[in-house]
């Protein structure tokens, strides 16, 4: 064939290809992308060519930057833009329809240029719907999820597939963000997504199920975290929030948020007392409502933490039937005198002085204002006399919120009360009053005092104050507050804090600022520059309930003049607290807070490229315990290669609060632990390590600070982005630790304890009856079975005795049932058994139970054991006499 012959068919392809590929090769973009042009002009049907080379070519569907095929489709693209002629409608019908499907036969690719390209060459859009629905099942039945979802919003075609078969996959694999980008923009799939979740939220829903409908899908190992209750009602909730779907369509969530707040309130007042009783009173009246479930919950928690008179005057209120009550609760009521059958409702808003007892004086800051100084303002007039007041030229102005804590509810915290504090008087705002919130004026006069340069307005935290102001007054996020001449005191307390100086208190106790203590946030400010803290107990009220106690008001006026105090003593002398001159030179948080979050992602960035090299500095590894009588406190020395393992009982950490899912498996796997809870600060990992021989485990900056306050080798930083499981293999193989299967469950999940009591179930059947958690038993079958252990127990054991744990619980301390109090159900500790955990359901198949004397906290055999034997199967020690007990895992509470 002569020159001339060729030129007029056009060049072929796989030369065009072979050319490139050789440039590709010697890296010479520019000829490339010059050869890439003249070639692409010399071919007679470009766009089937294309298709030619990008599926001949290496890697074509690897769709990166550095491929020959992106390299030349992007080429390409640049290429056609000069020649619109090129394009699929000088085409006959079916030579396009042949392209395009070749086309489609590209798009596993998950680089969005390369998509996003052949896609508009191509005009794949314009298919018939069945061909690209065709193309996604396909996908699907490869397994190929992800690639299915991503081609299915670029083709739009989320309305022509099935929605529950495109996202149930995403969401079991970890990919619920994919599942919400498949779904937005369409208000039914939205619901529909939302819907499904809440639907996985109900009690009787079956992980076992939905993998069943899907019996080839490669699930992520972090699969069941996604699904489980909890986590779904987040999902749920945020989900409703951002599509703003109607909460009716996602009852479950809703119950599991409210049930969750009812337990918190319980505990918030019952247990860690931080709570009064008329704050709790009106709490869980909102938190319960109407739900009859809730009601009925309520009523089991009280029997758990307050006893049967406070239950039974509860269930009164809620006119509980009989059938629904813990034992116990019906017959209180028949014996409740009159004047106790209603819970008092004693109106403190009248009954409370204004000047509080002695006590509270010498142990609370104090407003210096009598109460005719405080002013509400819930009118036009006492507004303009606020205005008058507070928009003085020059003037200083403390400025609070209150708002409704968010218990339950899933509607944005609006503002109930805004405190104005000038140097003689306190307004205070009351936005819950009729028709006052509304009204212009009033949203005109918060305008003006936020954009006053003149008038500094002093806050702490201020941001989560303009959010509150947002939701209360839409109109401020349409057209948002000009915030000038603000003064955050928080960034000034976070100085303060940073320089760690010694601020001499009123009192003769000298505070280092910085040092562990029971106040924190303002109170804590307020006690480090004015000597005393916060009364803080009111801070949980129910702020939308009028009218308010004296004790709320005292709190409300408290929080805002107490802002004027401090600002006082820090600008008089600023030097005594490391403060500059100028207060308002320091920066504002949130521009402090953006820059500390640049300086951490470039750490963690610096942290993950340099892994291996400086992660262990200074951490070295621990060699055999130093003594028994030390308990497995760690030396320094680094072990030679012929020093024996440690067991998990000889590693004693201490894990930060970003560590905890780290601490949880060591926990899991027999090591001695203590976790950080998320409010401690960081210096109590170097107080416990020095004091209990521990070593810290941490990550991210807290390294540098705890490494130099303990000895060496009693610090390692870990790679935060790597999963909890790799780092607890990291743990176990610096330290040389060689756990067995008889270590995992030997210590407590809850508190670390490796102390038991076992409990057969004919005991554990009697003790659910006698505290209300178990019905009348009318199972012949499990009463049968309780008779038959007992008997057994009796012929086999003398009193006292505990019946043999299983094999796999050698690690364990066992203590006899003897030392259970029968009365209170507690053990010598104090703490009782928390029966509440113990579902009915269970007693007919699991014989004995396990109780750590520490918590209370009941476990059982199940499949957990299985599941962590299999994580841990690289470093875990199995003898063959483990093989063969493999069938008897100590029990755990699934």
């Not at 509304?438 to 003006?448: N, S």
Request: charged share 25%; proline share 5%; hydrophobic share 35%.
């Amino acid at each position: 064939m002569n020159r001339n012959n060729q030129e007029e068919m056009g060049l072929d392809p796989a030369l065009l290809r072979d050319q490139l590929f050789r440039l590709w090769n010697q890296k010479d973009l520019q000829m490339l992308r010059l050869a890439a042009v003249q070639g692409f002009s010399k071919l007679s049907e470009p766009l089937e060519a294309l298709l030619t080379i990008l599926e001949s070519c290496p890697g074509k569907q690897m769709g990166r930057s550095h491929t020959l095929g992106y390299q030349i489709l992007m080429e390409f693209q640049t290429w056609i833009k000069e020649h619109p002629q090129v394009n699929l409608s000088s085409l006959s019908e079916q030579q396009a329809l042949a392209l395009q499907r070749r086309a489609l036969g590209l798009l596993t690719d998950s680089q969005p240029s390369f998509v996003d390209s052949l896609i508009n060459i191509y005009q794949l859009k314009s298919l018939d719907p069945s061909i690209l629905r065709l193309h996604i099942i396909r996908l699907q039945a490869l397994n190929c999820y992800k690639e299915a979802s991503v081609l299915s919003i670029k083709l739009e075609l989320q309305n022509e597939l099935n929605t529950e078969e495109m996202i149930v996959p995403l969401i079991l694999q970890d990919k619920l963000s994919l599942a919400e980008s498949f779904v937005r923009g369409h208000k039914h799939l939205e619901q529909q997504l939302v819907a499904l979740l809440d639907s996985w939220c109900h009690p009787d829903f079956v992980v076992e199920d939905i993998r069943k409908q899907f019996p080839r899908l490669s699930l992520s190992k972090h699969y069941t975290a996604q699904i489980q209750p909890k986590m779904l009602t987040k999902h749920v909730i945020r989900l409703m929030e951002k599509f703003k779907i109607d909460p009716r369509l996602c009852p479950n969530a809703l119950h599991n948020r409210r049930l969750d707040s009812l337990r918190y309130l319980m505990y918030k007042t019952f247990v860690d007392k931080g709570m009064t009783e008329e704050n709790w009173t009106d709490h869980v009246q909102y938190v319960v409502g109407n739900d009859s479930q809730l009601q009925v919950h309520l009523i089991e928690m009280l029997v758990k933490y307050c006893g049967l008179q406070k239950a039974a005057q509860w269930s009164l209120r809620y006119k509980i039937p009989r059938n629904r009550l813990p034992s116990g609760v019906w017959d209180k009521q028949q014996r409740l005198p009159p004047d106790l059958q209603r819970i008092s409702s004693t109106d403190l808003a009248q009954t409370e002085e204004w000047v509080p007892s002695q006590s509270h004086r010498q142990r609370f800051y104090q407003v210096p204002l009598t109460k005719d100084k405080v002013q509400f303002v819930d009118t036009l007039e006492a507004l303009h006399q606020c205005r008058t007041s507070v928009l003085k030229g020059g003037g200083v102005v403390g400025v609070d919120m209150e708002w409704q804590p968010k218990f339950g509810s899933v509607s944005a915290q609006k503002v109930a009360l805004i405190q104005l504090a000038v140097h003689d008087q306190v307004f205070l705002l009351d936005l819950s009053a009729v028709g006052f919130c509304e009204h212009p004026d009033l949203i005109d006069f918060i305008r003006v005092l936020f954009s006053e340069q003149n008038i500094l307005k002093l806050g702490y935290g201020m941001t989560g104050d303009q959010k509150c102001l947002s939701a209360t007054w839409p109109q401020l996020s349409e057209e948002p507050l000009k915030m000038k001449g603000m003064l955050d005191l928080l960034s000034i307390h976070q100085t303060i804090q940073r320089g760690k100086v010694h601020v001499a208190q009123n009192g003769p106790k000298e505070v280092l600022v910085g040092q562990d203590c029971g106040e924190k946030g303002l109170s804590l400010l307020v006690q480090q520059v004015l000597g005393r803290p916060l009364d803080k107990t009111e801070q949980m009220s129910n702020w939308e309930k009028r009218p308010l106690r004296i004790s709320q008001i005292r709190y409300a006026v408290a929080d805002a003049y107490c802002l004027l105090d401090v600002y006082s003593v820090l600008s008089s002398n600023p030097a005594r607290f490391g403060l500059p001159a100028d207060l308002r030179s320091i920066p504002s948080n949130q521009s402090k807070t953006r820059k500390d979050k640049k300086q951490k992602d470039k750490q963690g960035k610096k942290t993950k490229q340099t892994l291996g090299k400086e992660e262990c500095q200074g951490a070295q590894r621990v060699s055999a315990p130093c003594s028994d009588t030390e308990k497995g406190l760690l030396c320094g020395r680094t072990p030679s290669e012929d020093s024996p393992p440690l067991t998990p009982q000889q590693l004693r950490v201490v894990c930060d609060n970003m560590l905890q899912g780290l601490g949880r498996y060591l926990r899991c796997l027999g090591v001695d632990v203590v976790m950080l809870e998320n409010t401690d600060d960081h210096r109590v990992a170097a107080k416990l390590a020095q004091s209990e021989g521990r070593v810290i485990l941490t990550c991210g900056q807290p390294y540098h600070t705890l490494r130099s306050q303990v000895g060496e080798g009693r610090c390692l930083s870990l790679d935060c982005s790597e999963k909890a499981r790799d780092q607890a293999v990291r743990v176990l193989r610096h330290f040389n630790v060689q756990p067995t299967p008889s270590d995992i469950f030997s210590r407590c999940q809850a508190c670390n304890s490796d102390q038991y009591v076992a409990v057969p179930r004919a005991d554990m059947v009697t003790i659910l009856k006698d505290k209300g958690y178990l019905p009348d038993m009318a199972d012949h079958t499990l009463e049968k079975l309780c008779q038959q252990e007992e008997q057994q127990l009796d012929d086999t054991l003398t009193p006292g005795m505990t019946p043999e744990p299983p094999r796999y619980a050698t690690q364990c301390r066992w203590a006899s049932l003897s030392g259970l109090d029968r009365d209170t159900l507690t053990f010598p500790g104090g703490s009782p058994i928390q029966l509440h955990a113990v579902p009915p359901a269970l007693l007919r198949r699991i014989s004995l139970f396990y109780v750590c004397t520490r918590c209370g906290k009941v476990f059982w055999e199940g499949s957990h054991f299985d599941r962590v034997l299999s994580l841990f199967q690289e470093v875990l020690h199995i003898t063959e006499e483990d093989k063969i007990s493999a069938a008897e895992p100590f029990p755990q509470n699934d």
